[in-house]
């Protein structure tokens, strides 16, 4: 079965600061992975996703991400936070084929102050 | 046009009361989630459909009944609802169960049972 850790669970940055979330997973195939924004008493939207290809994808907002194969990991950076970018932040993964459901990590708090 | 709708927004019940939950989803998917998010904000998925076929039943109590008319709804039923029913339910829909495909996150409905 798959699964997904987020080691940081709470973040407290200054604006202007660079943020990295750590994010790795463990599934023996291959794999689409996937962060997910829920701001404060929203819904979950997506951030940015990989496949395929070229493994640093970038997203909205300016965050991006680096697939890492060897290290499993999947970790979601950007270089300047905004107060704006306070919110929940959650790495997913689904596998490539058959039925198989979406697994979310713990979900990291961002808290950005300004 | 919002693409994946719930409702209500908020329901707020006594324990043993039985209550269900709408969604509907006008972006054409083939998939759609029930999620339950506890006050951690960790996300468990509870059921997905895949073209009114049921293909995921987590463990989740014979008290959570899903119905899906047609593959733009489903519809989440709660009988006997107890103090530990209360959280957020997330619906989504996405265009297939598995591949590089992103879900897409209804407003959600925050239950409190009293």
């Known amino acids: 079965a798959q699964s997904v850790s987020q080691h940081n669970h709470h973040v407290i940055l200054s604006e202007a600061a660079s943020l990295e979330l750590g994010c790795n997973y463990s599934y023996g195939g291959t794999v689409n992975l996937f962060w997910y924004v829920q701001y404060p008493g929203q819904h979950l939207q997506l951030l940015l996703k990989?496949?395929?290809?070229?493994?640093l994808v970038k997203g909205i907002k300016g965050f991006e991400a680096e697939f890492i194969k060897s290290k499993f990991s999947f970790n979601l950076r950007k270089p300047s936070v905004q107060w704006s970018d306070t919110a929940e932040y959650f790495c997913a993964v689904n596998a490539n084929w058959g039925y198989q459901k979406v697994t979310f990590g713990i979900g990291t708090k961002l808290q950005v102050i300004p | 046009d919002t693409a994946v709708s719930q409702t209500p927004k908020y329901l707020v019940t006594q324990m043993g009361n039985d209550k269900s939950i709408k969604c509907e989803q006008n972006?054409?998917?083939?998939?759609m989630y029930w999620y339950k998010q506890d006050s951690k904000k960790f996300l468990k998925i509870m059921f997905s459909y895949n073209n009114k076929e049921l293909i995921i039943n987590e463990t989740v109590p014979n008290r959570f009944s899903p119905k899906s008319p047609d593959k733009a709804h489903l519809n989440l039923h709660i009988n006997s609802l107890e103090l530990g029913d209360s959280a957020v339910y997330f619906c989504?829909?996405?265009?297939?169960?598995?591949?590089?495909?992103?879900?897409?996150f209804g407003p959600g409905t925050r239950l409190t049972v009293t």
């Open positions: 989504a829909s996405s265009q297939a169960t598995s591949g590089p495909y992103e879900q897409y």
């Open positions: 990989y496949f395929s290809g070229d493994p």
């Open positions: 972006l054409g998917h083939d998939t």
